[in-house]
Every structure is written in C-alpha cells, then in structure tokens.
C-alpha cells in the first residue's frame, strides 16, 4: 500500500499536528509514500516548522511561487518542485488553509485526482459553487454527492464512507468532533437531543485578537456545530448555542442530554469511558477538587508524551453531572472540555487511512495506539 500525503497550510494549527500525527499512524500501517508539503513564504514560524519535520521523518517540499524557490533554498531547504508539481506529487490532500482560501487548493487537487480532505470549518457549497463558476472542474453527480454527503466522522461513519469512494470528504471541526464522541457515547443509553452553550476559547494561544477580558459574545442562533454533528447522528435532535469568551484553551461545552427513560450519571460516565477518544476527569480527587479548566488540561498533559504542547487529542467530560428528572425523560448537565487544536487530528489522519484503502475493522485502533490517544477514567483507568 502506498499514499504520498499533501498538505496545504502545513505549519497551522491542526494542520502540523495532524502531519506529525499522520506521519505516526502511517509507519505503524506500513503505508509507503512521501509527506509533501507545500510551501508559501519563508517566514520564521514555516522555517521552523520544516525543519522540525525534516529532523523527525523528512518531508519533500514544493514552493507556491517560483520566485520564493531562492529564499528557501538559501534557507537549507530542498526545493522538489512547484505548485502543480506539489499535486501531482500528492494522492491524499489535507487541505488547512484559513477560511475561505481553500478554493484553488481543492480546484487543483481534483484537477490532478487527488483525494481533498477538508477541515471542518470549509464552506462545501461556496466551494461547489466556486469550481462550477470557474469550469476547470468536471462536475459529476458523483463529485456533488461528496460536497452534500454527511461530515466525516470516522468513529461513527468510516465503513459507509469507505463504500461511497469519495474523491472529497469534510472532517468534523473541532467542537462537532467532541459533540459527536459524546453523541456516540450517551446514544446507546436513548439520547434523543443534546441542548446547551459552547463556550469558545477568543483565539490560540498564539493568536492576537481584541477581546475585553470582562465582556462574552453570544450567538443569536444555534451555531454550526450541532448543525454539523445532526448529519452524522440524525437520529439525535442538536440545538447548541456558541459563545466567545476571553480564554485561549480550550473551548468548553455546558451541554444538557436528553434521554428518553430513566439514565443516572454513573451510567453515563460508564459509557463515556469506554468511548474510544473520550476521558472521564473525576470533580473530586482525594480531597483536590478538578474544577478549573486550566488545571485540569495541565494535570492530563503532564502524565503525557506528546510531540507539541498542548496536545490533547480526547474530549475531556468532568463526572460533575448534574440529573433532572422531566416526565418520562431525563436530563443530565454535562462539562466537557476540548482542546481545539488537536481533537480533530485522530479524525483527519482517519481520513487519509480512508483515502489509502485502509481496511475499517482496526481503523480506530490503530490510530489510538499509534497516537496514545487514550479512553477511560482519568488518572489510571486509561487504555489506547
């Protein structure tokens, strides 16, 4: 088996985790074939970034502009090629650009048969609109199935996808990944709706944006989150508001289940720990109390080897349940905690697994052994 791997916007924020990531998963399978990466300018943070990926496994770097080759030659980077040549170098491309910028990327990795997998916060329908505006795009009917096809989520829908045979799929974002682990956790106990609010996090930790530590954005609506994660679990009803307040990491979830029948918080917290990517974070831990978001992030990630920091690839659920009892359903208050640079990686590298042919019976597995991505009670009931 064999896959050269492209990415777009190497050096982002889930973009380079999810190389490094994919870069693990790949060995561990045995997929032949070249990381390629393509480059922009030779500004510090991209220098660095190369370097760190040639010093770990080595990648094949293509320039963007012609005129930019020099620069990263005198740099010390080995130049393979140019842009077209990057995608015809390339059979799975992850596409990380910043919104709105993915359009000639996808255009060109179509017009040389490359399998595009996009990022959750990509516009399918402008993007659909834009290559039929453009016509250097043949549109089949199949190619419209994959712009209007449910989100990837591997957990949940890697075998349906693997029969579909898309040319395209779009992963889940970062806060519709970890509304569909817990999805996928609570439907087995009759979860018929998720309500609630997500807390966003302003911007990463490297992000300047003006934000009044006293002040919280609130959505009109529900947002898109709930929106994108009713595709893959249609039976489940999302109606989740998101918010924007003054933290960097991560983006917390105070969302309400609704379950049909009587479901008590411990048996919740049972299904939530054998829920493959998902981590259970005890209130109270001999007399320390886990109630802060700040710590509890610090306290999961120093029991951790993990190749860039923070790097959480789970979605962490404090067991601070809260039971309501409404007629004949209940409803359970939850917490969970997403750090939003990484939960989505495990999903995109499942994506270019999908891409390569790779067989769903040990998909999942493999990926959480090769990652350490962990499920279970925090901090010694864990497992890959």
């Not at 199935?145 to 591997?154: K, L, N, P, Y």
């Not at 530590?213 to 009109?220: L, T, V």
């Not at 790779?358 to 010694?380: E, Q, R």
């Given at each position: 088996?064999?896959?050269?791997?492209?990415?777009?916007?190497?050096?982002?924020?889930?973009?380079?985790?999810t190389?490094?990531?994919?870069?693990?998963?790949k060995?561990?399978?045995g997929i032949?074939g070249?990381?390629?990466?393509?480059l922009r300018?030779?500004?510090g943070?991209a220098l660095?970034?190369v370097?760190?990926f040639?010093?770990?496994?080595?990648?094949k770097?293509?320039?963007?502009e012609t005129?930019d080759r020099?620069k990263?030659e005198?740099?010390g980077?080995k130049?393979?090629?140019?842009?077209d040549?990057?995608?015809?170098?390339?059979?799975?491309?992850?596409?990380?650009?910043?919104?709105?910028?993915e359009?000639p990327?996808?255009e060109?990795?179509l017009s040389h048969?490359c399998?595009?997998?996009?990022?959750?916060g990509?516009?399918r329908?402008?993007l659909?609109?834009?290559?039929?505006e453009?016509g250097?795009v043949?549109?089949s009917d199949?190619?419209?199935?994959?712009?209007a096809?449910e989100?990837?989520?591997g957990?949940?829908?890697?075998e349906?996808?693997?029969?579909?045979?898309?040319?395209l799929?779009?992963?889940?974002?970062c806060?519709?990944?970890?509304?569909s682990?817990?999805?996928?956790a609570?439907?087995?106990l009759g979860?018929t709706a998720v309500l609630?609010?997500?807390?966003?996090?302003?911007?990463?930790?490297?992000t300047?944006?003006?934000?009044s530590?006293s002040?919280?954005?609130f959505?009109k609506?529900?947002?898109?989150?709930?929106?994108?994660?009713g595709?893959?679990?249609e039976?489940?009803?999302?109606a989740v508001r998101?918010?924007k307040?003054p933290t960097t990491v991560?983006?917390?979830n105070f969302?309400?289940l609704?379950f049909?029948?009587s479901v008590?918080?411990?048996q919740?917290v049972e299904q939530?720990?054998k829920t493959?990517?998902?981590v259970?974070?005890p209130?109270q831990?001999e007399?320390k109390?886990?109630d802060?978001?700040?710590?509890?992030?610090?306290a999961?990630l120093s029991?951790?080897e993990?190749?860039i920091?923070?790097?959480?690839?789970?979605?962490i659920?404090?067991?601070a349940?809260?039971?309501?009892k409404?007629g004949?359903?209940?409803i359970?208050?939850?917490?969970?905690m997403?750090?939003?640079?990484?939960?989505?990686?495990p999903?995109?590298?499942e994506s270019?697994?999908l891409?390569a042919?790779?067989?769903?019976?040990?998909?999942?597995?493999l990926?959480d052994k090769?990652?350490g991505?962990?499920?279970?009670?925090?901090p010694?009931?864990?497992?890959?």
């Amino acid at each position: 088996m064999k896959s050269n791997a492209g990415f777009v916007g190497f050096d982002g924020t889930e973009n380079k985790r999810t190389l490094l990531a994919l870069a693990q998963v790949k060995k561990a399978a045995g997929i032949e074939g070249d990381l390629n990466v393509l480059l922009r300018k030779p500004h510090g943070r991209a220098l660095s970034i190369v370097s760190k990926f040639n010093r770990l496994f080595g990648v094949k770097a293509f320039v963007s502009e012609t005129a930019d080759r020099e620069k990263w030659e005198k740099a010390g980077v080995k130049i393979e090629g140019g842009y077209d040549d990057f995608f015809a170098a390339s059979n799975f491309l992850m596409v990380g650009t910043p919104g709105d910028e993915e359009l000639p990327y996808v255009e060109a990795g179509l017009s040389h048969g490359c399998f595009v997998s996009l990022m959750g916060g990509a516009d399918r329908p402008e993007l659909l609109k834009g290559l039929a505006e453009s016509g250097k795009v043949k549109i089949s009917d199949e190619l419209k199935a994959d712009f209007a096809r449910e989100f990837f989520f591997g957990l949940e829908n890697y075998e349906m996808f693997q029969k579909a045979k898309p040319r395209l799929v779009q992963c889940t974002s970062c806060n519709t990944t970890g509304l569909s682990r817990l999805a996928l956790a609570a439907r087995p106990l009759g979860l018929t709706a998720v309500l609630g609010n997500i807390d966003r996090r302003h911007g990463d930790p490297h992000t300047v944006v003006k934000a009044s530590p006293s002040a919280i954005q609130f959505g009109k609506g529900a947002g898109h989150q709930g929106t994108d994660a009713g595709t893959v679990f249609e039976e489940v009803k999302f109606a989740v508001r998101a918010s924007k307040v003054p933290t960097t990491v991560p983006h917390t979830n105070f969302l309400n289940l609704i379950f049909k029948g009587s479901v008590t918080p411990a048996q919740l917290v049972e299904q939530l720990a054998k829920t493959r990517e998902v981590v259970v974070m005890p209130y109270q831990d001999e007399g320390k109390k886990h109630d802060w978001t700040s710590e509890i992030l610090e306290a999961f990630l120093s029991a951790v080897e993990r190749p860039i920091s923070p790097e959480i690839f789970e979605l962490i659920v404090s067991d601070a349940i809260i039971p309501f009892k409404l007629g004949d359903n209940t409803i359970l208050q939850t917490v969970s905690m997403v750090e939003q640079m990484s939960i989505a990686v495990p999903n995109h590298v499942e994506s270019y697994l999908l891409s390569a042919g790779y067989p769903a019976a040990d998909v999942h597995s493999l990926v959480d052994k090769s990652l350490g991505v962990m499920h279970g009670i925090w901090p010694n009931k864990l497992a890959c």
